[in-house]
């Protein structure tokens, strides 16, 4: 059985929930791969490029901004699962002016998505809103001080429902940035440093990923109990609302990205982070390119 180290660089459906899928659905050792699940989220980029990510975002963001080779070989999503959750009263983006707004730094893929969406609906990040800058994590913090009042809204990501929090609370949801912002994000990317794309252990994670994707829109229920899991706070009417509002209709069939939507992306981010555009999407994005291997191939990595 191959082996390989597979970590998650964010807390949440939008990075987790495939990965759960396969890991609860027993297809990992269906391909005959041992995964570990590794908590990436603290990790310096040396140690996280040794083996397997899911964290396309960060993937990208290192490769332009630090030249690591990573290559995307799978695409859950194109739509970033995070939304900007916000007291009474603030209903747009442009309500935001001059407000207290909870963010991931803006090196972060979260907080570099942040930035161009509020560029977008007109406001300078470093100038019209007073940012709180804050680490990735569950968000039960910005929650607390969303009802406290020291702060006004908060980019919050999928460790919770923010429509059915909102509808509880009084609160407003002025964005979804997947509305605002698209990029093929979260799904499986490796540094050819240290593993090959065609690696037999990579391509068996590739093809346990898909099949997880297929229970996503072929398997509701299965799909809503799984999402349970992390969704621990809200009903079951309120998960399944989730999955059907922003989990079906756009996550991947098949894992593929959309190059066009890409490219578009790549612009974008390197716009915002003041950087050259090193590397194109068809260069970054090789999902299309990789060829799977069966279970039992010769040349797995142990990482």
Known sequence: MYTIDLAYVGRGLHEELVAYIADQQGYYADEGVHVALRDG????????????????????????????????????????????LA???????????????????????????????????????????????????????DLRRLHDGSIDAALVGSTMAPEALAAEHGWQVPAWVGDHFRIPTVGVAVDPTHIRPDDPAIQAVVRAHRRALRVIHNEPDTTVRHMQTFLGRHTT????????????????????ADLAVGATAITSVTAELGVPATVTAAEFYRTATTTPQEPGDAGATVV
């Open 237 to 256: 009417d309120e998960v399944r609302a989730h999955y059907e509002t922003f989990i079906a209709p756009y996550f991947t069939t098949d894992g593929q």
């Open 41 to 84: 989220c603290s990790w310096n980029e040396e140690r996280l490029r040794r083996g397997a990510t899911i964290g396309l975002g960060r993937a990208l963001l290192s490769r332009l901004a630090h030249g690591v080779p990573w290559v995307a070989l799978h695409v859950n999503t194109s739509r970033p699962l995070f939304w900007f």
């Open 87 to 141: 007291r009474p009263g603030l209903t747009s983006l442009a309500d935001l002016a001059g407000r207290r707004l909870a963010v991931h730094a803006p090196h972060t893929a979260p907080g570099c998505f942040a930035r161009i969406v509020l560029r977008r609906a007109g406001l300078d990040p470093d100038r019209d809103i007073h940012t709180i800058v804050r680490p990735p994590g569950d968000y039960g913090m």
